[in-house]
């Protein structure tokens, strides 16, 4: 299949000239991509692999390539509930945790197909006595052994998921180590925030707690992802902490999530919010005004502010999902900052 029909087959969100979205093959979808990463930005210089903008007048006749070897991955740091509750059955002779484990770091599963380009790092984290109980990996590129090694065993205790997150963005200039891209977090949970004692409260301001520090990192340049490992997370809280986590304002669409309820699911669910977390990310060679760019990879257009398109920040552009995949691929990315 060549690369082109590749793409197709990915069903690539379409816009038409100039920005203005037409259809979405796979169903209209507003949740958007949140590019505004303050950490890590390139120099725009015109060497190798960076933006080569062509001469030519303002506006739409005016556009950029972008090759793939230009990016900066963003770094994945996997927040991994550890509490008793994961050690339940889940199906296939799994646990929920060795579930987890297998979607993470089997064999073809999400980290080994990404972990060449995307650095990922990993919290775990329960609470018994100690609160929260974390073991924690900085972010590297081949993470895959290291991680799979500290998924082999489950803690127990408590779901203190406000805890970990204040942990994770307190200690995340140790996380990220050296890479100086943007970062997401992946927060993977089968149940309700607890407190530290394994109780919630009356009013559950435990679930408040956990929104409240997800929007902190959003606050801070983070993204977070949320998938719910079985039914335990409610509906109503896993929206509400892919809200924070995407910065969706009262009245926007909600962010997407993902729930799994067997261990093929789960595999499933995992891929997706890893690569929604993964985006690819370059500087342009001069600022645009977020969906004004028209923007193409194969020279098929790809639509703004879409879990598998683009968005830009300035003159920072982030492609997710199968838009990033396909500029992996090497699909070039040509970038047109908009008709006046």
Known sequence: MSL????????????????????????????????G????????????????PDAG????????TIAFESSDPTTVILLIDASSSMGEP???GLTRWQAVRAALTGPGAAIERLEARVPFGLVRYSAVVECPIVDSLPAALLARDGIDALLVDLPGGATPTAEAMAFTRAELPRLRGAFAGPVSFVLATDGEPSG???????????????????????DAGVRTFVLSVGAGVS?????????????????????PTWRADDPASLAEVVAAAVDAASSCVATLPWPVAGCAAEVTLGGLPV??????GYAIDGDRITFAGSACRAW?????AVVRPGCE
């Open 303 to 308: 639509a703004c502010d879409d879990p598998d």
């Open 235 to 255: 509906d109503a809280h896993l929206a509400d902490l892919a809200n924070a986590g995407a910065g969706v304002a009262p009245g926007q669409p909600d962010a």
């Open 90 to 92: 889940f199906g296939d």
């Open 37 to 52: 990463f303050d950490a890590g930005r390139r120099d725009a210089g015109l060497d190798a692999g960076a933006p080569r």
């Open 57 to 64: 007048p303002p506006g739409c006749e005016r556009s950029a």
């Open 196 to 218: 530290c004692d394994g109780r919630v409260t009356s009013g559950n301001p435990e679930r408040a707690a956990a929104v409240a520090e997800v929007r902190r990192a959003f």
């Open 328 to 332: 992996e691929s090497g699909l070039p």
């Open 4 to 35: 082109r029909a590749w793409l197709l087959a990915l069903a690539l969100p379409l816009v038409g000239a100039c920005g203005s979205k037409t259809a979405l093959s796979r169903g209209e979808r507003d949740g958007g991509m949140d590019a």
